[in-house]
């Protein structure tokens, strides 16, 4: 029962969010090619692709019927994801202090310097030359 449900869920996701959708209007398709066939005995049904898929305007005087073939229109179509993210909790290792509380540049307890950035921000000695 699972399996069949999946497999349902699976087909109405598929043909409603991609162009899947589009193989449900072949027998459109059929017919109009029956309606031209009709008109024109002649007609292969390669020409009649070529007549609706082409970039030349088609001139029988039935647009709005061609209108209703697959892949015939451009929709966009907005994909949803049905799936809900797990909620992670917000957690706090140390309350937020402020920058400046009382002192120009305050230094907290857990302040630990670095050996590199001591090197760096050294004033210029007197006697050091810049070109070494």
Known sequence: MKKLLALILFVVYTISSTELREIVKLPVLVQHFNEHRQLNKDITFSQFLIDHYNNIPHTDNDEERDNQLP???????????????????????????????????????DFIPTEGVSKIWQPPRPGASLFV
């Open 71 to 109: 892949f015939k229109q451009a929709d966009t179509n907005l994909m949803f994801s049905p799936v809900i993210p797990a909620p992670s909790p917000l957690v706090l290792k140390k309350p937020v202090m402020p920058l400046a509380a009382d002192a120009l540049f305050p230094r907290y307890a």
